[in-house]
């Protein structure tokens, strides 16, 4: 394996869906945090000036998308064949889309609540109740084929940020918050989330 280091905020955003993969996967790797703060600094020394930034044996490789398919193609977590792989991008990318629209740098408490409430409403819950009976027809352990994959950890990322920040949201969506309690406590993503826990929105 090539020496990783990933570099990013102290915080989940764009880069903990591949530490994820990486901690189901058991691999050791180089777990770069630094403040808002600190950024500033860093930034001139990426390539893009952005980040997550995953240094493979010191080679930047740029975008939270090839990060994560890179990371989950090496640790057989991105399907057994391209369709699956497709779907798996697919799950991925609609999470994005929605949980983006959440007002994460609104400052005003009444103002964030009130977005909270509109976005959940509007974008994050149709979203998540197409999935929950997608995968409930399915019948499966996991969203895309018959093992662990990127969209699952993706799944259980957003998950766990919405449990933290309201649990009611998950009463209607069962099958994918029960997906959520099972890849949560996984060997390697449990160890992770004992020092790094979801604190919501």
């Known amino acids: 394996m090539p020496k990783l280091k990933l570099s990013y905020f102290d915080a989940s955003g764009r880069a903990e869906v591949a530490r994820l993969i990486l901690a189901a996967a058991k691999v050791d790797y180089e777990d770069h945090r630094f403040s808002f703060e600190q950024w500033p600094s860093i930034k001139p020394d990426t390539p893009f000036g952005a980040v997550p930034v995953l240094y493979i044996d010191g080679v930047p490789l740029c975008e939270s998308g090839a990060i994560n398919r890179y990371l989950a193609a090496e640790n057989g977590m991105n399907g057994a064949n391209n369709l699956q792989a497709a779907y798996i991008e697919m799950i991925g990318g609609v999470l994005g889309d929605v949980f983006m629209k959440v007002p994460y740098f609104e400052k005003d408490p009444k103002v964030k609540a ?25 019948g499966q352990q996991f969203l895309i084929g018959d093992k662990l994959s990127y969209a699952d950890l993706a799944m259980c990322n957003v998950l766990m940020h919405t449990e933290a920040h309201d649990a009611k ?9 029960a997906l959520k309690d099972r890849v949560r406590n996984l060997d390697g993503v449990r160890q992770y989330y004992a020092v790094h826990l979801p604190k919501g929105f």
């Not at 977005?115 to 999935?131: D, S, T, Y």
């Open 114 to 138: 009130d977005k909270l409430v509109k976005v959940f409403r509007e974008n994050i819950l149709p979203a998540l109740g197409k999935m929950e009976k997608k995968f409930g027809e399915r």
């Open 169 to 177: 949201y998950l009463k209607d969506i069962p099958k994918l918050n």
